[in-house]
């Protein structure tokens, strides 16, 4: 994965996303089990998030692990643009289109079912790309005996999104999480333990001149 990821980093190296370009890296990698069996770890019971480069700050590259039928909710991206690359298998992608309206949580009335804008399933080193101006998508892997493996690309990271209910257009907030780092294997009640510190700190005024 190291060549594609130096090259990533170069295209990065400005503020500047040229999504022809970052599609045309990824078509040109072609998937090789051996760059990316490390980082590709399962869960029996949730897809999982594997993070592979942090790319100076600028963009996470991480892989995502789907058991047989395994899906993810409805939801946006932040803002951001989402790249996604098959590795292996086969993943559904069905796109939405935002709801008309911002449904309260405690409201009594129920909202519209999302409109569904369409479906598309990409094979091994197929590459789409997403991004909220389009609309809101979910993925999934079709397959009721095999395991898919996706690589994705965020840019700009984060480190929470929207899901969305398709029979109201309700959404809540979630935070996302890594099912690993680097190839390893993290503590992910942890790492939200540290990140809800770090956001409680509070920097104190120097008492010195």
């Not at 409109?115 to 590459?127: D, K, L, Q």
């Not at 996302?176 to 104190?204: A, H, L, N, P, Y």
Request: a negative charge; aromatic letters at 10%; one cysteine or more.
């Amino acid at each position: 994965m190291e060549p594609l990821c130096d090259r990533l980093r170069t295209i990065f190296g400005d503020d500047r996303v040229n999504v022809d370009e970052v599609e045309h890296v990824l078509s040109q990698y072609k998937s090789n089990e051996a760059d990316w069996a490390k980082y590709a770890m399962f869960d029996d019971h949730k897809y999982t998030r594997n993070l592979v480069d942090k790319g100076n700050g600028k963009y996470n590259l991480m892989i995502l692990c789907w058991g047989p039928g395994m899906g993810s909710s409805i939801h946006d991206h932040t803002d951001s643009h989402c790249f996604v690359k098959i590795l292996q298998g086969t993943l559904l992608e069905t796109r939405y289109e935002w709801p008309e309206a911002k449904p309260d949580e405690d409201a009594s009335e129920e909202g519209r079912p999302m409109a569904e804008i369409g479906r598309t399933s990409y094979e091994m080193n197929g590459v789409t790309y997403m991004n909220d101006t389009i609309g809101l998508h979910r993925m999934e892997n079709p397959s009721h005996t095999e395991g898919t493996v996706s690589l994705h690309l965020y840019i700009p990271a984060f480190d929470h999104c929207q899901m969305f209910d398709a029979r109201t257009g309700r959404r809540s907030t979630c935070q996302v999480t890594f099912w690993s780092e680097f190839g390893e294997k993290i503590d992910v009640r942890q790492k939200i333990e540290e990140r809800k510190k770090q956001k409680q700190v509070v920097v104190q005024p120097s008492l010195t001149s």
